[in-house]
């Protein structure tokens, strides 16, 4: 099938990668563009992908100039956007998990009117609207965290979907959320803290991944500045499987955030240890800006005005300043980074392996 994939769908995806080793890339996306670059991509990977909105790219979705009050614009852009790649995965014939990424508490309200969206979509279809939403309580005591997301688990469980928590800070600036200045020792995740939230969560359903933080930034910055340590996640498999004598070798299902900027070595021993999903958004906004700023330097000549160009003073440029033109072309360096990434999480020709 192709298409957005339900919860069962979804861990059935995710035992076979952990398997295989394989990992796929969760992007963030903002516009038509860019979920068709992604979808693209993933086709020509012969791939799943993860597509992602933030609440940010939700209401650029919907247009920055909508009032947000009570995150009306906000859910109103990620409903949107999950109908068009609903109806656009089919055509591409790639399987989606499609989610939402980090909301903490104030944003609370716009998974609020997304479960109410999704409710009534499953109601209808008998498949949920998102594959999963993110939860990110991370700044607060783990108990309130996991009590509120349990809560959310629990209703998301009833209509096939997943909830994605986070345990830890991952450091640096996303979406106008700054965690630059945090105390480091918060940007690492403790084995017992994974333990408990795995056993609370377990508990009501398996509908559930984990962002444990290992060290990993939002953003691209010069190396050096916080060490990646994923063997926090190997540290937090075996705590669980000796704690709840689980015997398979990844129980946790892990997301890596901030995997823009990772080598590949670090990102394949995020897989040994069970990241089944690598969110990545800094690199793939730079990668379309790449392809739309070596077009206009390329044919600066022709995008000066309507009519003249180095051929003539009445030559026409529509066909250059045209936004199909120009779009296009970001959209090709985002499909290119996108081959690197999938590459990088070892999941080209995913859908052939059983
Ligand atoms: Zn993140």
Known sequence: MAGVLNAQEALELFEKSKTHKMAYPAVNVTSTQTVNGVLEAAAKANSPAIIQFSNGGALAYAGKSL?????????????????????MAKLYGVDVILHTDHSARKLLPWIDGLMEAGENHYKET????????????????????????AAYHKRMSVIDMILEIELGVTGGEEDGVDNTGIDSSKLYTQPDEVGYAYNILNAISPNFTIAAAFGNVHGVYKPGNVQLTPIILKNSQDFIKETYSIDTEN?????????????????????DYGVIKMNIDTDTQWAFWEGVRDFESKNRDYLQAQLGNPE????????????????????????????????????????DKL
């Open 67 to 87: 009032d947000n009050s009570g995150e009306i614009a906000a859910i109103a852009g990620a409903v949107s956007g999950a109908k068009h790649v609903h109806e």
């Open 126 to 149: 008998g498949r949920p609207l998102y594959t999963s939403h993110m939860i990110d309580l991370s700044e607060e005591p783990i108990k309130d965290n996991l009590e509120t997301s």
């Open 251 to 271: 129980p946790v299902n892990f997301v890596f955030h901030g995997g823009s900027g990772s080598s590949r070595a670090e990102i394949r021993e995020g897989i």
């Open 312 to 351: 003539g003073a009445d030559k026409p440029n529509k066909k250059y300043y045209d936004p199909r033109k120009w779009l296009r072309e970001g959209e090709k360096t985002l499909v290119a980074r996108l081959m690197e990434a999938f590459e990088n999480l070892n999941s080209i020709g995913a859908n």
